[in-house]
Nanobody, 126 residues
Framework: QVQLVESGGGLVQAGASLRLSCTASRLTFTHYAMGWFRQAPGKEREFVAAVTRGGDITDYVDSVKGRFTISRDNAKNTAYLQMNSLKPEDTALYYC???????????????????WGQGTQVTVSS
């Protein structure tokens, strides 16, 4: 079955950087927009960033604009989330997800995503 496997999480101090990776298997990667979501304890899962199938258009939640960058390498079936200037409020379990879309569509709603990874923990200390 389809698998999305995240990696790259960890415990860092405020101001540090991390790069999350999400490698997909058993799906035609270029047919899917990719997204990153996060869920902090006691909070709902929230959209963080998304990238189109071709990687040419991106979308971000306002709280991470200018700090996070989503990208993808279709040759490696991998999506990335570069996170700079991390803040304690970025602490959460981060999930990648794949959404079957046409053309250059982007999705923000979790219900629009077809496949999910298991999550990778990011903890930012103050």
């Amino acid at each position: 079955q389809v698998q999305l496997v995240e990696s790259g999480g960890g415990l860092v101090q405020a101001g540090a950087s991390l790069r999350l990776s999400c490698t997909a298997s058993r799906l035609t990667f270029t047919h899917y927009a990719m997204g990153w979501f996060r869920q902090a304890p006691g909070k709902e899962r929230e959209f963080v960033a998304a990238v189109t199938r071709g990687g040419d258009i991106t979308d971000y939640v306002d709280s991470v604009k200018g700090r996070f960058t989503i990208s993808r390498d279709n040759a490696k079936n991998t999506a990335y989330l570069q996170m700079n200037s991390l803040k304690p409020e970025d602490t959460a379990l981060y999930y990648c997800a794949a959404s079957r879309v046409e053309s250059r569509a982007l999705r923000r709603k979790s219900g629009d995503y077809d496949y999910w990874g298991q999550g990778t923990q990011v903890t930012v200390s103050s």
